[in-house]
Every structure is written in C-alpha cells, then in structure tokens.
C-alpha cells in the first residue's frame, strides 16, 4: 500500500503509524471513503463554515509549477467567504468572460476591461442612464465587442424586472448599442457589425451602427429554455415555457449569421426525454431523472442514452461531451455516446472540485486561506501541473449558458479572483439583542441569490430560464467532479440583482489569476 501510494494519486495520503496496524489500516482508508464522499458544496455567505483543507504546496507527486499566467489588482471593494463562494464584492455580485483577447468584469453598473495576454487594464467603464437598483447580471466577450446585461426594475410600484444588454467596444469600452432582452437573455452572438440578442418571445439580430433590426424570430407567447452552440441557437418549444413541467415537443433551429431557421421534432416519440441541458458539436442533450439523452440537432434522431448521468461541459478541443456518473467523470464521444475517458472522484475531487476540462486536462481549484490550483490529465491519471504559490480564497466565474465565464472556450485559459491580503479584523461593536445587525437587517428587496461561482456537482441540469445562460444548471465549465454550480449568476426576476451582501471578512489585495493549462 505504501509503494502504490508513492506512486499514484494517493500519494498524497500519509499513512503515519497506520501503516504497522490492520485494524488502523482499515480506520484510516474508512475515513479516506468518507472524506471522498462527503465533498463540501457551494454555500453563500457562509462565513461562519470551516474552509476546506488545501493542497499545500509540493503535496502532489509530479506537479510542474507554472499555471499562473499573470496577476492583475481587482478594482472595488470584495470580501472573502469560506466554501467555495472565495473572494467575492463586498456587495452584489460580480460577473467575468474571457475570449477573443479580452477578460472583462462587471459589478455593480462598472464594467473593467483587461488584455487576456498580459493582464493589462485597457478601461474601465461605469454605465449610466439606468434606474436606482440596477446592476449588471451577466457579462459576455465576443470578437470586437463586450456585453453587458443589466436588470433593474420598471418604472412604477408594480414595475417587473427588465433587462437591457449595452454593447461595447472592446478596445475601448465605448458604447455602441443598447437593446432590450429577456430577463434571462441577452446577447448570445456578436461582432463590430451586429449583435444577437435573446428576448422574452423572439431572438433580433441588430446593426450596431443604426441600431436597426436585421432579422428577428419569433420563439412563443412565453419564455423558453435555450443553448447555443458555434453558429446555431436551439429554442425549445415547450407549451409552458421553461417554467412550466409541458414536455419540448420541437426545437428552433437559428443560424446566428442569417435568421434561417429549421424547426427539429424527435423522430422517436412525440417529444424530446428531459429537458434541455447543453449542445455541443451539432449534438443537444436533454437531461432527466433517469440519465442524458443525446439527439442529432438538426435531424431529431436519437443518438445515445446514458442512464445515471449528469452533463458538465465539453473539451473543444478534445471534442468530448463530460458527463458526470456518481462520483466519477467521464468524456464521451458527441455523435457515439462512447467512453473515451474516465477520471475517479476520488482522483478529481480534490478538497474541492474540477471547474473545466482543457485540452484533456482538468482544472481543480483548493478552498480556502490556503487554496491551489492543479490540472490533472485524465490520459495519464495524475496531477501535472499545480500553481506555483497559493491562490487564497479562489472564486471561479460561471456563466452557465456556455457563452461566457472564468474559461476561454477557445484556448486553456481561465481567469479566477482570489485574496492575497484580508483586512484586519475590527473589534465587534455590541449592539442591543432586539436591534438587527446589518447583515441581519431587513431590506425593501429581498436578497439575490449567490454570485456567478458554481454549481452543485450532482445537482441535474435544469432548464434554462428564457436565457438560462445565466441561471444554475450544468455550466460549460464542470461541476465537481466537474463544476461544482449550486450558485445561481442571475437574479431571480422578483429579486434585486444588487441586493446581496456579502458576509465575510474584507480583502485587501482582491486579484485576477489567469491560469494556463
């Protein structure tokens, strides 16, 4: 046990003077099940929890140092929460996407732009125009271009929520456009020349230049769950729209350059099994209770069924779905359903759980004071690469459409925040037990879920909001054994999406981490 153990992943167990004891012996690899099985979940504004213990540095057998890519200072005022909750702002939430060249954050109505090389600032923006209690709500980069969605109320006592999406240029962080969208919408495609917003009942593709409409489909009377994948949007056509339990019947089929839509029915029975969970390669996945089901997008055809399993994400460049089976990880071939990859929870888990698949590799972040990164190759089974000095408090960005978040869908970067200094702890002052304190006190708007982090690892997809892309189901990054998502990364529409405070100790030093796979 002790040479395998030197060897393998478990090297990182000690077996101290178990290892002379049978009845010790068996304790010790008890507890090791127990701990496995036991993974902590997500948990907002639970400062009061202990963090996770954390890969120190120099704990896994055959780690490279050499993750980080560079570090550049978060502007604004964040906290730290224990669990997987990291650094995070000290009120409301706070929103990230990297792609084409770019990282951009968005808190509160302020919008940051960095060079996705270097780290760089390029600007910095603060959005104007919008109503007391407005925030940003998600944040997406596209080929010249960066999106903000904001959501705030209508005017009125009985106002709803509303939702704009504000274009800007990615050199600069000017303004080019500013179009309506659903709620849980927004831009799903864009470009210099235009932008593809999704709406409550329709998609509407818009010049930037004139702010004309250059096409616009209508998708029902109520909002429906949605995905895209490359140059195509599929719609659900659902008679209770994604708040409702009606099966999806049809899917839209919209080519994002043109507006040409072909409409997709099941060729076996009269309705797809679940709900709409992912779409990947020409391939969307319906989950349900009983497994994943994977269908031909632009035919119906039902291609395979996995029973047990949970969708996480996809590895573009391996050109595998992950799905997750219990504890374990597994890559699947999109049009086969074919196991090309197996990783045990017990390998993946870590302390606290794998966020995205790259390259073959999986990235897993450690909670807590003392938090680490690491990549471990699902080919070879073992850790491969680790950060080379902690990362504390690590906060990794969800977006769970798969349009957006900490990791770029092109390359192996991803970017997370973390805390390299906290601020020193201020004497409590006593306050009268019938007073609230102020996280206790009561607000005119109840407060928003937790920010964009991550998703429980074995919570089922759900379906996605008329833009789910920004509610909790299975994010294009992986729930523990691939992303853990239990947070949600928009608000609900009855909830203020800058109510949420955050209940931790401050942070000094807040910092972007770019890591490379």
Same mark, same amino acid.
């Given at each position: ?11 990182? @167990?000690?077996?101290?003077?178990? &290892?002379? $004891? ?12 127990? &701990?496995?099985?036991?993974? *902590? ?6 400062? $009061? ?106 005017? &009125? ?38 932008? @593809? ?216 970067? @991803? ?17 009268? $037990? ?6 206790? %006190? ?22 996605? %909001?008329?833009?789910? *892309? ?13 992303? *853990? ?12 999406? $800058? ?19």
């Amino acid at each position: 046990m002790r040479r395998n153990a030197a060897r393998g992943v478990l090297g990182r @167990v000690r077996l101290g003077t178990a &290892g002379s $004891s049978p009845r010790l012996r068996r304790w010790t690899l008890a507890m090791v099940l127990v &701990g496995v099985a036991l993974v *902590p979940y997500p948990s907002q504004n639970a400062a $009061s929890a202990p963090p996770a213990p954390a890969c120190r540095s120099g704990c896994r057998s055959g780690s490279v140092p050499g993750l980080v890519s560079w570090v550049a200072p978060l502007a604004g005022s964040w906290d730290v929460v224990s669990g997987l909750s990291g650094t995070v702002p000290a009120s409301g939430l706070a929103y990230l996407s990297v792609s084409d060249g770019v990282v951009a954050v968005g808190a509160g109505l302020t919008v940051t732009g960095y060079s996705s090389n270097t780290g760089a600032l390029r600007w910095r923006v603060t959005l104007t125009g919008f109503p007391a209690g407005a925030a940003i709500v998600s944040v997406r980069t596209w080929p010249g271009e960066v999106t903000a969605g904001v959501s705030y109320r209508a005017a &009125g006592a009985g106002g709803g929520p509303e939702r704009t999406e504000v274009v800007l240029s990615d050199l600069a962080g000017a303004q080019t456009g500013r179009y309506p969208a659903a709620v849980f919408g927004g831009a799903i495609a864009g470009r210099p020349q235009d932008t @593809v917003i999704v709406g409550t009942t329709e998609v509407t593709s818009y010049d930037n230049a004139t702010g004309h409409i250059r096409w616009r489909r209508p998708t029902g009377q109520v909002a429906q769950t949605w995905r895209t994948d490359g140059g195509y949007l599929y719609v659900t056509d659902s008679a209770d729209g994604y708040l409702g339990s009606a099966p999806v019947t049809a899917l839209r089929r919209i080519d994002l350059a043109t507006g040409a839509e072909l409409e997709v029915r099941p060729l076996e029975g009269r309705s797809f099994t679940g709900t709409l969970s992912a779409a990947f390669d020409g391939v969307v996945l319906f989950s349900s209770a009983a497994g994943v089901t994977a269908y031909d997008g632009a035919t119906g055809d039902e291609l395979w069924t996995i029973a047990g399993t949970v969708p996480e994400g996809a590895d573009p460049q391996e050109e595998r779905i992950y799905l997750t089976r219990g504890f374990n990880l597994i890559g699947v071939d999109p049009r086969t359903g074919q196991i090309k990859a197996t990783a045990s929870g017990s390998a993946v888990d870590g302390s606290a759980g794998v966020y995205v698949v790259r390259g073959g590799v999986a990235l897993g972040l450690d909670q807590g004071a003392n938090g680490d990164a690491w990549g471990y190759d699902i080919a070879v089974q073992r850790v491969t690469l680790t950060s080379a000095g902690l990362l504390p408090w690590p906060h990794y960005f969800v977006d769970l459409s798969g349009v957006g978040g900490s990791a770029d869908p092109a390359s192996n970067l @991803v970017v997370i925040a973390a805390c390299q200094e906290l601020a020193p702890s201020s004497p409590t002052q006593p306050t009268p $037990s019938a007073t609230p304190t102020p996280t206790q %006190t009561a607000s005119p708007t109840p407060s928003a879920p937790s920010t964009d982090l991550t998703a429980s690892p074995d919570t089922p997809a759900s379906p996605d %909001t008329p833009a789910s *892309p920004d509610t909790p189901a299975s994010p294009d990054t992986l729930t523990s054994p691939a992303t *853990p998502a239990s947070a949600s990364s928009t608000p609900s529409p009855s909830i203020s999406p $800058s109510a949420a405070v955050n209940a931790g100790p401050g942070c000094l030093r807040p910092e972007l981490v770019a890591l490379n796979l």
